[in-house]
């Protein structure tokens, strides 16, 4: 605890770390203990039950966040001939081809999400190396890799608050769930289409169990472990 600050060592003290917590009640107390001079970030880190070496295990989706994340979300378009005037009259921050697979050559990064359309993904491809350390690398899988006239949907999907979850290496995924400045019923929103998307990406490959454990956490703060019963248990309908 000597490492931390004064207003983590506050909100770790209101934390019961031998208790597992309803969604509701975790969340709630991430609002409560989120104490930083900026708006921080709600997150949800889970401890996958699957093999991320084993390629009938991989666990990927996405979510639509009914609540947004609470920040702009500055879309990025591949495309050439008629798809570029339907990204454009569809909303997207940038769009472009060969020109805009140069800059990004070059070092430059400044957008949050990117698609693309199957005719230029020959020559995104090469952008692999750059764009998929930072998780914005198009994937069919992901459905970031369409058709022209899919475009305006998957476009407006962004804005609203679309989310890709990923198994890392260490079996772990990591997603935001929204701002700490949101109501709680907000939060609760997004974390029940999050575990929804979750459930139904479950690979056929899996065996026993599937989550280990899930812990809700805001940028600065300290983790608070979820129940997972109630959790895996969350619904819309």
Same mark, same amino acid.
């Given at each position: 605890?000597?490492?931390? !600050?004064?207003?983590?060592?506050?909100?770790?003290? $209101?934390?019961?770390?031998? +208790?597992?917590?309803?969604?509701?009640?975790?969340? /709630?107390?991430?609002?409560?203990? &989120?104490?930083?001079?900026?708006?921080?970030?709600? /997150?949800?880190? %889970?401890?996958?039950?699957?093999?991320?070496?084993?390629?009938?295990?991989?666990?990927?989706?996405?979510?639509?966040?009914?609540?947004?994340?609470?920040?702009?979300?500055?879309?990025?378009?591949? &495309?050439?001939?008629?798809?570029?005037?339907?990204? /454009? @009259?569809?909303?997207? #921050?940038?769009?472009?081809?060969?020109?805009?697979?140069?800059?990004?050559?070059?070092?430059?990064? $400044?957008?949050?999400?990117?698609?693309?359309?199957? /005719?230029?993904?020959?020559?995104?491809?090469?952008?692999? +190396?750059?764009?998929?350390?930072?998780?914005?690398?198009?994937?069919?899988?992901?459905? *970031?890799?369409? =058709?022209? #006239?899919?475009?305006?949907?998957?476009? $407006?999907?962004?804005?609203?608050?679309?989310?890709?979850?990923?198994?890392?290496?260490?079996?772990?995924?990591?997603?935001?769930?929204?701002?700490?400045?949101?109501?709680?019923?907000?939060?609760?929103?997004?974390?029940?289409? %999050?575990? $929804? &998307?979750?459930?139904? =990406?479950?690979?056929? !490959?899996?065996?026993? @169990?599937?989550?280990? *454990?899930?812990?809700? *956490?805001?940028?600065?703060?300290?983790?608070?472990?979820?129940?997972?019963?109630?959790? %895996?248990? %969350?619904?819309?309908?």
């Amino acid at each position: 605890m000597t490492k931390h !600050g004064k207003k983590y060592r506050a909100a770790f003290q $209101e934390i019961d770390q031998t +208790k597992a917590y309803s969604p509701v009640e975790a969340v /709630e107390l991430a609002r409560k203990t &989120a104490q930083a001079n900026f708006n921080e970030t709600v /997150e949800l880190h %889970l401890r996958m039950g699957v093999d991320p070496r084993n390629a009938t295990q991989q666990v990927r989706g996405v979510a639509l966040l009914p609540y947004g994340l609470g920040k702009p979300v500055r879309v990025l378009v591949f &495309a050439q001939g008629e798809a570029t005037r339907i990204a /454009e @009259q569809a909303g997207a #921050d940038i769009v472009g081809g060969d020109d805009l697979i140069k800059k990004i050559e070059s070092g430059w990064l $400044e957008f949050d999400t990117a698609i693309a359309t199957p /005719e230029i993904m020959g020559r995104v491809g090469k952008l692999g +190396k750059i764009l998929g350390r930072k998780g914005l690398m198009p994937n069919p899988k992901s459905g *970031t890799v369409v =058709a022209a #006239d899919d475009l305006p949907r998957v476009i $407006e999907d962004a804005r609203k608050g679309r989310v890709e979850f990923k198994l890392d290496r260490t079996a772990i995924i990591h997603v935001p769930l929204g701002k700490a400045s949101f109501e709680s019923d907000m939060l609760m929103g997004n974390l029940t289409a %999050l575990v $929804e &998307a979750l459930m139904k =990406a479950k690979p056929s !490959g899996a065996k026993g @169990q599937y989550v280990h *454990t899930a812990v809700l *956490t805001t940028t600065m703060g300290p983790g608070l472990k979820l129940d997972l019963r109630p959790t %895996l248990a %969350l619904s819309s309908g």
